[in-house]
């Protein structure tokens, strides 16, 4: 198992170094200071996990989809102090397919490897337990429908998202929008081929995740 560490710190990447070491199996063949060097070494080296912390200074989420863009077959684990649940669904939508904390214990992080190289989605108690409180449901998420590309919303399609998520009709939306029930029809279907969304009910997930709409707002929908 090859693996390249992505952080900016020296200290982390030796820690992380250190414990993958402890197992013969695996290979640390590149360590990655910045963006650019993941993008180089991923290029370069036949690696097949990068242990990435996206988060650190010289890297973005961005780099994700640029690195599975030079090898598809690469497997993406991050590893970040904590974060908001809708960070860990923007990263997994990015292209990571496992996710771990900075202080989870070695086994979380060693099992999440193994695991991740299996071709298996890993997530540690803590990432889980973040992803649970904020009502999202991973197994609801869509990843093979998911390309690595960014999700690139218009603004008028935003807006679209919004109407279908508060229960309007495309005639409804086409009335509010001041636009032809037609055009509407066609933003739907831009907007569901962009988030990958089989049906309405995604579409409003995807508005609540992304705090398009209050998810106080469903809270009730049984007493309607």
């Given at each position: 198992?090859?693996?390249?560490?992505?952080?900016?710190?020296?200290?982390?990447?030796?820690?992380?170094?250190?414990?993958?070491?402890?197992?013969?199996?695996?290979?640390?063949?590149?360590?990655?200071?910045?963006?650019?060097?993941?993008?180089?070494?991923?290029?370069?080296?036949d690696a097949d996990?990068?242990?990435?912390?996206?988060?650190?200074?010289?890297?973005?989420?961005?780099?994700?989809?640029?690195?599975?863009?030079?090898?598809?077959?690469?497997?993406?684990?991050?590893?970040?102090?904590?974060?908001?649940?809708?960070?860990?669904?923007?990263?997994?939508?990015?292209?990571?397919?496992?996710?771990?904390?900075?202080?989870?214990?070695?086994?979380?992080?060693?099992?999440?490897?193994?695991?991740?190289?299996?071709?298996?989605?890993?997530?540690?108690?803590?990432?889980?337990?973040?992803?649970?409180?904020?009502?999202?449901?991973?197994?609801?998420?869509?990843?093979?429908?998911?390309?690595?590309?960014?999700?690139?919303?218009?603004?008028?399609?935003?807006?679209?998202?919004?109407?279908?998520a508060e229960g309007?009709?495309?005639?409804?939306?086409?009335?509010?929008?001041?636009?032809?029930?037609?055009?509407?029809?066609?933003?739907?279907?831009?907007?569901?081929?962009?988030?990958?969304?089989?049906?309405?009910?995604?579409?409003?997930?995807?508005?609540?995740?992304?705090?398009?709409?209050?998810?106080?707002?469903?809270?009730?929908?049984?007493?309607?």
């Open positions: 198992m090859k693996l390249i560490i992505a952080d900016s710190n020296d200290i982390v990447r030796i820690g992380l170094r250190t414990i993958l070491s402890t197992d013969k199996s695996n290979e640390v063949i590149g360590e990655a200071r910045s963006a650019n060097e993941l993008i180089q070494q991923v290029a370069n080296f996990i990068v242990l990435i912390d996206y988060t650190a200074p010289g890297f973005s989420i961005d780099v994700i989809p640029k690195i599975l863009s030079k090898k598809k077959s690469i497997v993406v684990v991050a590893i970040t102090p904590e974060q908001s649940a809708n960070t860990v669904v923007d990263a997994l939508r990015s292209g990571v397919l496992s996710y771990i904390k900075k202080d989870c214990d070695i086994g979380e992080i060693m099992n999440a490897v193994k695991e991740s190289h299996r071709g298996n989605k890993f997530f540690c108690g803590q990432v889980l337990e973040t992803i649970q409180r904020a009502s999202i449901d991973v197994n609801d998420i869509d990843f093979d429908s998911f390309s690595c590309e960014p999700i690139l919303l218009t603004e008028r399609e935003i807006e679209v998202i919004k109407w279908i309007y009709t495309n005639t409804q939306i086409a009335d509010e929008l001041h636009l032809s029930p037609h055009t509407v029809t066609t933003h739907r279907k831009n907007i569901m081929a962009k988030l990958g969304a089989k049906n309405t009910a995604a579409i409003v997930m995807y508005a609540v995740k992304t705090n398009l709409v209050s998810p106080n707002k469903f809270l009730f929908l049984g007493d309607n």
